[in-house]
């Protein structure tokens, strides 16, 4: 029996926990566990922080990949983050230091 096919029975038994794909992180004492989703600004600044080696980015860092990341998204007819990108074409700077501030990203 394969690897694959060890996943397909685990799968099928009840009961059975999977590990979550990565990339997750556990938050709180509630031990939720979230992953980074592509297509959404949060998904794509993380997946980026992980393809570049999970480096310790500050609060400066974060904002710039913050913005590299929306204009992406822009170029390809994307808006998942609305009140984001209005703001950051006025640069309006406090409000994303406040947007990343809110995510709680791991290396923060």
């Keep these: 029996m394969g690897s694959s096919d060890a996943a397909s029975e685990a799968e099928r038994e009840p009961g059975t926990v999977l ?5 997750t992180r556990r938050l709180g004492k509630i031990g ?3 992953g980074y989703t592509a297509g959404t600004l949060r998904g794509e600044i993380g997946l980026r922080w992980q393809s570049s080696g999970r480096p310790r980015w500050d609060l400066e860092q974060t ?3 913050a913005e590299e990341c929306d204009i992406a998204l822009e170029s390809q007819g994307r808006n998942p983050a609305k009140k984001f990108r209005s703001l ?3 640069g309006d700077r406090s409000y994303m230091d406040a947007y990343i501030r809110f995510y709680q990203f791991e290396w923060l």
Excluded: D
Excluded at 19 to 23: C, I, K, L, R
């Design 19 to 23: 590990e979550p794909p990565e990339p």
């Design 32 to 34: 939720v566990t979230i």
């Design 63 to 65: 904002v710039r990949v």
């Design 88 to 90: 950051r074409k006025k």
